[in-house]
């Protein structure tokens, strides 16, 4: 069975704070997919990165970066110097092999104030 | 770069009414699945299409019915409406064979009353 944990309910950081917001996952499958989805106030669901199980190099883009690890079934996220437009719900999703089923964590409400 | 399209972004209903509920994949996708999310949840599976078949189904209620076109959009089809059908329905587009992420549409938000 497949299955993702997003601990963190809500956090509040004050703005320039660095963030990060945990994701542990579970599945017996060897090939799987790991993303993270940002939910702004607004509703939609924007999609940010996808990692596949074989590749768990970190990857930083602007100011986000994500730290894969396999040994410990975690897929990170951190918002260096946070701003107030990254306030938003963040999912992280898990996938395998058929894309058919998205695994959604229960989402972090992150809160940036100034 | 087009996105996946549904429509309407909000509706209203009532209890026991029917609402259907439109998505355009992004072109060149032929791959849609719509998820529910309630209030304060994490988006839930409800069905999924791959070439216009249905290729997966989770927990999708059996007063709901969906099918995919010839064209590739996808209609989600609600019938006898409750409460509890309020959510925010979202409809999201991949490609099979490309293994490309879900994108997803903006939503309807539905609100039976």
């Known amino acids: 069975a497949q299955k993702v944990t997003q601990a963190q309910t809500e956090i509040s950081v004050v703005e320039k704070e660095d963030v990060t917001l945990d994701c542990v996952y579970e599945?017996?499958?060897?090939?799987?997919?790991l993303f993270w989805y940002k939910q702004p106030p607004s509703g939609e669901l924007v999609f940010l990165i996808r990692?596949?199980?074989?590749?768990?190099q970190n990857e930083i883009s602007g100011r986000y970066s994500w730290n894969f690890q396999k040994s410990t079934s975690s897929f990170n996220f951190t918002i260096t110097a946070s701003q107030v437009v990254d306030s938003a719900v963040y999912f992280c999703a898990l996938s395998v092999n058929n894309f058919n089923k998205f695994y959604f964590g229960s989402g972090t409400k992150l809160n940036v104030k100034p | 770069a087009a996105g996946v399209i549904q429509s309407p972004r909000h509706l209203i209903k009532e209890k026991r009414e029917t609402a259907t509920l439109k998505c355009y994949p992004i072109?060149?996708?032929?791959?849609v699945y719509w998820y529910q999310q309630g209030p304060g949840q994490d988006p839930q599976f409800l069905i999924s299409?791959?070439?216009?078949?249905?290729?997966d189904k989770g927990s999708i209620p059996d007063r709901f019915s969906a099918q995919q076109f010839s064209d590739y959009h996808s209609e989600l089809n609600m019938s006898s409406l409750e409460l509890g059908d309020s959510a925010l329905y979202f409809c999201a587009s991949s490609s099979w064979t490309g293994r490309s992420p879900l994108h997803f549409g903006n939503g309807t938000r539905l609100t039976v009353t």
């Open positions: 990692r596949n199980s074989f590749d768990e």
């Open positions: 299409f791959y070439e216009k078949m249905q290729s």
């Open positions: 599945t017996r499958d060897t090939t799987y997919y």
């Open positions: 072109p060149r996708h032929d791959t």
